[in-house]
């Protein structure tokens, strides 16, 4: 076979960087793959603009290595160019939520195993306005952590730099308040909300089940909506979500939708896997099935 590796070599904490050369390594020795190409992205958009240039029959495969962001520019290109081609994804960020989901192994023995197993799945992937995105829209409280927080801190902290950045940030988070209105499928209603989020999957943040009935393939996307609440109502809801109810909480708001607008009365940066979006009304609808990927074993099961 023949391979493609497009490689962010600023992500996370770098550490991934480390396992590549083993990884390539192995993939040659057990002949499981014949030629590696690598590309290096310098700045933003460079994974998407060489995905663009991929042709269906170049690659029997192509990895991401890299975090959310890396893959959300590769398959927007895979998206755009219609490719078929099966997507590798080797974590490499800070969070990593879609390959996370997907249970994607870290371990260089694991992933070598899942490539030469060869298993792949069709999963539904976000377009929002004239973009795409693989896990999550996300606006409002907490919602711009990611882009406040420092490269050297992801490197140092991993994770935690989030949490920390959160922390520090608390007393002005807890007076966010915006006031939606929201166009799902057939029904249209309005809202005053802490926070919203649309998701492909049900990991946010580093945090599971977010969204507990999100379905990877079942060509629909899910809403998540914290309504405007007291502090003491946040607790209490955190507190649902340890004991896996807080779907079912008053001051929740979930549905699934194939076709999503969303119109808001402050003019916020917004979260789009990781990267900064800006423009309301928010258009989001789901293609699906649209990305092929490899997958391990157990998750196939």
């Known amino acids: 076979m023949k391979c493609l590796f497009i490689i962010n070599p600023s992500a996370g904490t770098k550490t991934i960087q480390k396992k590549l050369d083993r990884i390539i390594g192995q993939l040659v020795l057990k002949q499981i793959v014949q030629t590696v190409d690598v590309f ?4 933003k958009d460079d994974a998407y603009h060489r995905c663009l240039q991929i042709q269906e029959h170049d690659y029997d495969f192509v990895v991401s290595v890299g975090g959310d962001g890396t893959v959300n520019e590769i398959i927007s290109g895979f998206i755009e160019r219609k490719l078929q081609t099966p997507l590798a994804i080797l974590p490499g960020g800070t969070v990593n939520d879609f390959a996370n989901h997907l249970h994607l192994p870290h371990s260089t023995d694991d992933f070598v195993k899942m490539i030469q197993n060869f298993h792949t799945m069709k999963v539904d992937i976000g377009k929002v306005n004239d973009g795409y995105f ?3 829209i996300a606006g409002g409280m907490f919602s ?12 140092r902290f991993g994770p935690l730099a989030y949490y920390i950045s959160g922390i520090r940030q608390l007393p002005a988070q807890l007076h966010t308040s915006l006031h939606l209105k929201i166009t799902a499928d057939d029904q249209t209603f309005e809202e005053d909300a802490r926070l919203f ?11 599971k089940d977010i969204t507990p009935h ?27 979500y340890k004991l896996s109810s807080h779907d079912k909480s008053p001051f929740i708001t979930y549905i699934q939708a194939q076709n999503l607008t969303i119109e808001c009365d402050k003019d916020i940066i917004y979260d789009v896997d990781g990267e900064e979006g800006t423009t309301f009304p928010i258009h989001i609808s789901v293609e699906k099935q649209s990305l092929c990927v490899i997958i391990p074993d157990e998750f196939n099961n």
């Open 214 to 240: 999100a379905n990877i393939q079942d060509g629909q996307l899910d809403l998540l909506i914290i309504k405007n609440c007291s502090t003491t109502d946040l607790i209490s809801l955190f507190k649902d």
């Open 134 to 136: 693989a896990n999550v």
């Open 144 to 155: 711009d952590i990611s882009f406040q927080v420092s490269k050297n801190d992801k490197e």
């Open 197 to 207: 989020m649309v998701t492909n999957t049900s990991q946010v943040g580093g945090f």
């Open 40 to 43: 290096y992205t310098q700045k």
